[in-house]
């Protein structure tokens, strides 16, 4: 339900359970949500198995042609969708529409014609001899109803990214949208209850929850039969707590601290800009911004200038400024712990080059990019995740110690190396520990609907986008058949002295390193053949 504005707020929930949707560049609230009733869930539930089942007996071709549906959908509502976004997150126009609107359209179109490939009935061939009378095959049945509990940062895309498959695999879907971007989870909402009707989405196939962490621990007692989960360490630890008591499988993408390799023999004009773009793009709030830059000592200095050059000409600014570049922190807690960092940081010698400081003529959220230097993983700053517009520099040696302390993080998520040798790049990025390593770039890959997106240790585990992310929607059974149903096994009951004697002969059958032996195995009268025609089976 949405209310006239109201100026300079500073919650996004009040204790009547109401949901406001905040503009982080002016403080105006531009709408409120009734938070959904946990006393509510358990019949939401019901509507979703309700809808499931309809929606899972339908053909796979038919529902990949809803997802394309659902798609053109995104596209004709496009202009919307970023407005929303734009006015809910303060994130640049052209980052909406690049990172969030691109990304879910193609995400729908990749998978509405990969899914009946990638989905249908996968023979499975048996190598052992002893299993050649057998027919095996694998089948992709629905989870089910799974839950998705999404993120502020990438409101529209992240969603998105896991509903789509979720469809497409069968399954009815629970949105809880952040708390800071109820709009945007509305407008999802909205977007898939225009295709709600007779041969369309059944009623209640998704359903968005608004709410804050007690309305996410409310769905997840209610048992569904996956959880998504993307943000922070601290949240996803409890969320992994609650599926842990209940058997419920789940999907974690927690964040990290993604390192940035930069070589003596790499394009130094293209790497700074990249730095700059990977580290205040959204204004740092991102998964996968450049958090920390390793670069050889030979060329730090000439690639730090560059960085601090080329981050002094970014323009601040809301997003109906269309001209800027970064926008505000979501929250001023949240710009809070970036000062909290820088400050760590500089008390144990850290110099700050450019940047830092809060723009209070801008509103109350913004803050300069900073240009960090001497760090060193002795700070916070290079430990953990500072998710916002920070741009860190340590000098190295090598690029082995680059690597090694590009590894010495509780992080996995992805990292970047940037060299123009492309034998070099392929050896450093095998022993880099990440779910994803980006040569010459930063970032991008998670625009690629083919590449799995995840990481390992504090970042989490599970896959999202490619195949590997729509196999996390479905349950994997695997089927056989014997060709020879009037023949008794081998291997049942009527064991005796004989059978063992011919059990091992067949091991010599089928592993012998001389092949001699394994023919002597197979037809010597009490051999391997024996077993076929034992007649002293129970």
């Not at 000062?339 to 450019?354: D, K, Q």
Request: net charge neutral; glycine share 8%; with cysteine.
């Amino acid at each position: 339900m949405a209310v006239p504005p109201e100026p300079f707020a500073t919650a996004t929930a009040d204790a009547s359970g109401v949901v406001e949707s905040i503009d982080p560049a002016s403080g105006v609230v531009h709408a409120r949500f009734a938070a959904t009733n946990p006393a509510d869930i358990p019949a939401i539930f019901d509507r979703a198995r309700i809808a499931q089942k309809e929606w899972a007996a339908r053909p796979l071709q038919e529902r990949c042609a809803m997802v394309q549906r659902l798609r053109d959908t995104i596209f004709d509502s496009r202009e919307e969708i970023a407005s929303v976004i734009t006015r809910e997150t303060g994130k640049p126009c052209v980052e909406a529409i690049f990172a969030e609107i691109v990304l879910a359209i193609d995400t729908a179109d990749f998978l509405a014609r990969r899914a009946p490939r990638w989905l249908r009935p996968e023979r499975v061939p048996h190598h052992n001899f002893a299993l050649k009378a057998k027919s095996g095959w694998l089948e992709f049945e629905p989870l089910g109803v799974v839950a998705i509990i999404s993120p502020w940062n990438y409101p529209f895309a992240i969603p998105m990214a896991q509903i789509i498959p979720a469809l497409v695999a069968g399954n009815a879907v629970l949105l809880k949208p952040s708390e800071l971007t109820p709009s945007t989870g509305a407008l999802i909402g909205e977007l898939i209850g225009k295709l709600t009707g007779d041969s369309k989405f059944p009623p209640n196939l998704v359903q968005v929850l608004q709410g804050a962490g007690d309305t996410g621990a409310a769905l997840i007692d209610a048992s569904p039969d996956k959880v998504f989960f993307t943000g922070s360490v601290a949240a996803g630890q409890r969320i992994a707590e609650a599926c842990g008591r209940k058997l419920i499988p789940s999907v974690l993408e927690l964040g990290g601290k993604d390192a940035m390799i930069v070589l003596g023999d790499a394009d130094l004009d293209i790497a700074s800009s990249a730095a700059v773009w990977g580290s205040f793009t959204n204004c740092g709030q991102a998964c996968l911004s450049v958090e920390r830059i390793y670069v050889e000592r030979a060329v730090a200095e000439r690639f730090t200038a560059l960085c601090v050059q080329k981050t002094a000409k970014l323009r601040l600014g809301p997003p109906s400024d269309a001209d800027a570049e970064v926008g505000p922190m979501i929250r001023l807690r949240q710009l809070e712990k970036v000062e909290e960092h820088l400050r760590e940081a500089v008390s144990r010698g850290a110099r700050i080059l450019f940047g830092g400081h809060r723009r209070l003529d801008l509103g109350p959220n913004f803050l300069e990019p900073a240009v960090i230097a001497n760090v060193d993983h002795s700070m916070k700053i290079m430990r953990e995740e500072t998710f916002g517009p920070v741009l860190a520099i340590q000098a190295v040696d090598s690029a082995d110690e680059a690597i090694a302390l590009a590894n010495d993080s509780p992080f996995a998520l992805s990292g970047s190396i940037w060299t123009a040798d492309a034998r070099r790049c392929r050896e450093l990025a095998s022993r880099l520990r990440a779910g994803s390593v980006m040569v010459n770039d930063v970032a991008s890959y998670y625009g690629i609907s083919e590449a799995p997106h995840g990481g390992r240790g504090a970042s989490g585990w599970g896959r999202s986008h490619s195949r590997l992310g729509l196999l996390e929607m479905v349950q994997t059974k695997y089927v056989d058949v014997d060709r020879l149903p009037h023949v008794a096994k081998a291997w049942w009951f009527g064991y005796t002295s004989e059978l063992a004697f011919a059990a091992d002969r067949f091991v010599d059958f089928l592993f012998a390193r001389d092949w001699r032996r394994r023919v002597s195995a197979l037809t010597s009268r009490r051999g391997a053949r024996r077993l076929i025609f034992r007649r002293d089976r129970i």
